[in-house]
């Protein structure tokens, strides 16, 4: 009777030992994938400023390709992110 009290206390200790170690890989997941959100927002946000820019200026094709260049590096932000999710997430 001893013997698995002391195994149900060490499983116990063992299992809430594990537990914060998985909702800490899950936060840090959480914020990679939000600062993924924030940075990819702000490269597309800087694409179409630099594009209404080139508009301003008259040259409209300058302008979409500067929008297109925007959206190109939010993607790749947003790619840079899952994969920082994802190995949060695996740590």
């Known amino acids: 009777m001893r013997m698995l009290v002391v195994v149900a206390v060490a499983l116990s200790f ?3 030992g594990f ?5 800490a890989g899950e936060t840090k997941a ?9 940075k990819s927002d702000a490269e597309r946000a800087k694409g179409e400023a630099k594009g209404l820019k ?3 200026k008259g040259n409209e ?18 790619a840079k992110a899952k994969a ?3 190995k949060a997430r695996t740590q």
């Open 30 to 38: 959480k914020g990679e994938e939000m600062k993924g959100e924030v």
């Open 61 to 78: 094709m300058k302008g979409d390709v500067e929008r297109a260049k925007g959206k190109a590096k939010a993607k790749g932000q947003k």
């Open 19 to 23: 537990f914060p170690l998985a909702m």
């Open 54 to 56: 080139e508009d301003i």
């Open 84 to 86: 920082k999710e994802d």
């Open 14 to 16: 063992a299992f809430t």
